[in-house]
């Protein structure tokens, strides 16, 4: 089996032009540090998963400085609704700016400031066509369970870092959040209500369709 060439990763991960906004969005990201954004293959990968499966509804937990909601509402349909969970206000506010430069409606996203373990069990099962997960990797496993109770038949599942900076394809690399993150896709992987991927995009995007 060959492995990618650098050369054909970096062309792939730049293939998609990132938007003015999304990269405004992205520095700030950076700036923020505890809010690493998603990159742009991934981003451009989220809004593809959006568009092909016409997500009204959905559902981020994570919400960064909005570099991840925008590609997602890129892609969602015009009358799509965007539920973003953060448990930091400061965050949430520079996603809000975010979302409103970008031009698109208050209407069109929902910002819960809370945790997402509190606000997840009151959300509704299957209502969901799609959910992606990118926050703290200490919550990832349950974040995800409930991120599949959501999802509606033929909904998808999107988590972020699942490759975590090159540590989980190195089986040295033992520290817990690598071991978690491995770990979490092998049971993904053996999920018999999940078809599953893992792609090298960015820092790893798994994704999955709920059957």
């Known amino acids: 089996m ?28 950076v700036e923020f540090g505890a809010a690493t954004p998603v990159g742009t293959g991934a981003g451009a990968l989220l809004r593809f998963l959006a568009a092909a499966v016409a997500a009204r509804h959905v559902v981020e937990i ?6 991840s909601g925008l590609w997602l509402l890129a892609g969602m349909p015009e009358d799509g ?15 809000r700016q975010a979302y409103a430069a970008a031009g698109h409606a208050p209407q069109r996203t929902r910002v819960i400031t809370g945790a997402a373990t509190e606000v997840l069990p009151r959300m ?4 969901y066509d799609m959910v ?6 200490d919550g990832y496993p349950g974040y995800v ?24 394809a190195d089986p040295a690399a033992r520290d817990a959040t690598t071991v978690a993150l491995r770990t979490l896709g ?16 960015s820092d790893g995007l798994l994704v999955a369709v709920r059957r």
């Open 145 to 168: 369970d409930h991120a599949v109770r959501l999802l509606r038949p033929g909904g998808v599942l999107a988590v972020d870092n699942m490759l975590w900076h090159d540590q989980v």
């Open 124 to 127: 509704t099962d299957g209502a």
């Open 132 to 137: 992606l997960v990118d926050a703290d990797k």
């Open 81 to 95: 609704v965007l539920t973003t969970i953060d448990v930091s206000a400061e965050h949430q506010r520079a996603a």
């Open 62 to 67: 994570g919400t960064g400085a909005g570099t």
């Open 2 to 29: 060959s492995g990618m060439k650098p050369a054909s990763w970096a062309y792939a991960e730049e293939f998609v032009p990132e938007p003015e906004v999304v990269e405004a969005a992205r520095r700030r990201g």
């Open 186 to 201: 092998k049971t993904l992987r053996d999920h018999e209500d999940l078809v599953t991927s893992l792609l090298p995009v």
